[in-house]
């Protein structure tokens, strides 16, 4: 049970190249999600997913792309990368929310540090 | 994000001493209420999470109380040790966008020996 795992861990790109973070996951968790981390900025959220076929805009979703096309994958897509998204790049998933409290507790990947030159 | 603020952004306290890290969150509707940890070059963690129908909740060092009606929430670690050290982030969850996390920008904690 290996839990989320994200590849890459780490790449450098040059401004205007395309990349795709994978995150993968492997507890039969419906939601998913895509923070990134930035210094004294926390976790901002850019994009989730509910469930297999499902994406939806976070807080910062613009200039990154998401697919769910199968439900324990969700990969995140930089078309034409910049240097201001460079960042530590971390996904998540989720079992199921507690209908009454909204509890959902979120198990974090190891994180993917991105450098864009 | 911008609807949880934490302070302080920074936190020094010696070995032994109690931590006290506060958030007000802005969405009403917000009802989960968890704690992570963060060491260096690693993953966040959950340490504690509150539910909104409890006011306060314990486990061993740490403790998290909330207080709905002005919309703050505390984390409160006794008898530090060094090993404490590290950055805390609180957040709240967002209703309207599949029960994601809101996220307080983080308060490093150092505990000095």
């Known amino acids: 049970n290996a839990g989320v795992t994200q590849t890459p861990k780490f790449r450098v790109l040059k401004t205007g190249q395309s990349m795709t973070l994978l995150c993968a996951q492997d507890?039969?968790?419906?939601?998913m999600y895509w923070y990134r981390q930035d210094p004294g900025m926390g976790l901002r959220l850019i994009h989730y997913?509910?469930?297999?076929?499902?994406?939806a805009k976070g807080e910062v979703p613009d200039g990154y792309n998401v697919s769910r096309l199968k439900k324990q994958n969700f990969l995140l897509g930089l078309e034409s990368a910049a240097p201001s998204q460079t960042s530590v790049y971390f996904c998540?998933?989720?079992?199921?929310?507690?209908?009454?409290?909204?509890?959902?507790?979120?198990?974090f990947g190891a994180g993917s540090r991105l450098t864009v030159l | 994000g911008e609807n949880v603020e934490q302070h302080p952004s920074t936190l020094s306290v010696q070995e032994g001493d109690s931590a006290v890290i506060k958030c007000t969150y802005s969405?009403?509707?917000?009802?989960?209420f968890p704690w992570y940890k963060q060491e260096l070059g690693k993953r966040p963690q959950l340490i504690i999470d509150?539910?909104?129908?409890?006011g306060e909740k314990k486990d061993q060092r740490i403790a998290v109380t909330l207080n709905k009606t002005a919309k703050h929430f505390s984390l409160h670690i006794t008898e530090t040790q060094p090993e404490d050290s590290a950055v805390y982030f609180c957040?709240?969850?967002?209703?309207?966008?599949?029960?994601?996390?809101?996220f307080g920008k983080g308060t490093s904690l150092l505990v000095t020996p």
């Open positions: 998540a998933s989720s079992f199921y929310r507690e209908p009454l409290s909204g509890a959902n507790v979120l198990t």
């Open positions: 507890m039969n968790h419906e939601y």
């Open positions: 997913s509910v469930g297999e076929g499902t994406t």
């Open positions: 969405d009403s509707a917000s009802n989960y």
């Open positions: 509150i539910r909104s129908n409890v």
């Open positions: 957040a709240a969850s967002v209703p309207n966008s599949g029960y994601a996390l809101n």
